[in-house]
């Protein structure tokens, strides 16, 4: 079995699909190894390609002003991506590059065992929750999936281009909170 370590070496010399030679720098999940909530976005943007950490750009501003209001921080949280690499001019995730990637995140995610998933956006919410979710109906709702509760949001840059969505986001985590409180009290 991988350890944390075997992954990061792997996801740092992947060469499993063309964005490996177009990246700068891959990216790894950031936070906490202990998180009781995975944050899952689609791929690294232009910054995260240059930085090599997940949500360093203007939608990592958005996303710390998001997690501020409900009293997270980055590193009680798991941050992570479902591509590792940027996608060149921030293209949709290719179908072949997201089957290349998905293994790093199903290590990830085997090896955290969040109790909460929330998917921010579309893209992460189509591959993770359902190929038909549709994210203005169905933000905010939930599924629980063996022992994970799941959710999606809208991406921070969704909230970049629509800044009428920051409070309703904001609201989401909210109740994210609300939930994994729920969820750690019925633990104790
Ligand atoms: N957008 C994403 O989906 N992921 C990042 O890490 C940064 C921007």
Redesign the pocket.
């Known amino acids: 079995m991988y350890t944390w370590d075997d992954i990061e070496q792997h996801v740092a010399a992947c060469t499993h699909c063309p964005l490996s030679q177009t990246r700068k720098l891959p990216?790894m999940g950031r936070g906490s190894r202990s998180a009781d909530i995975m944050l899952i976005?689609?791929?690294?943007?232009g910054?995260?390609d240059l930085e090599g950490l997940?949500?360093?750009?203007r939608?990592?501003n958005i996303l710390d002003e998001i997690l501020d209001d409900c009293s997270l921080t980055r590193d009680a949280i798991y941050?992570t991506?479902i591509l590792k690499c940027h996608p060149p001019g921030n293209r949709d995730p290719k179908e072949e590059e997201k089957n290349a990637c998905f293994p790093y995140l199903k290590y990830e995610t085997y090896l955290l065992k969040p109790k909460i998933i929330v998917c921010?956006?579309r893209v992460?919410a189509q591959r993770i929750i359902s190929p038909d979710f549709k994210i203005t109906r169905q933000h905010g709702t939930w599924i629980c999936r063996k022992d994970c509760s799941l959710t999606a949001v809208y991406?921070?840059?969704a909230i970049l281009r629509d800044p009428s969505l920051l409070e309703v986001t904001k609201a989401d985590f909210r109740e994210i909170i609300r939930k994994r409180d729920e969820l750690l009290s019925l633990k104790s």
Do not use: W
């Open positions: 990216v976005a689609e791929a690294p943007g910054q995260e997940p949500f360093v750009g939608s990592g941050i991506n921010l956006g992460a991406h921070p840059s």
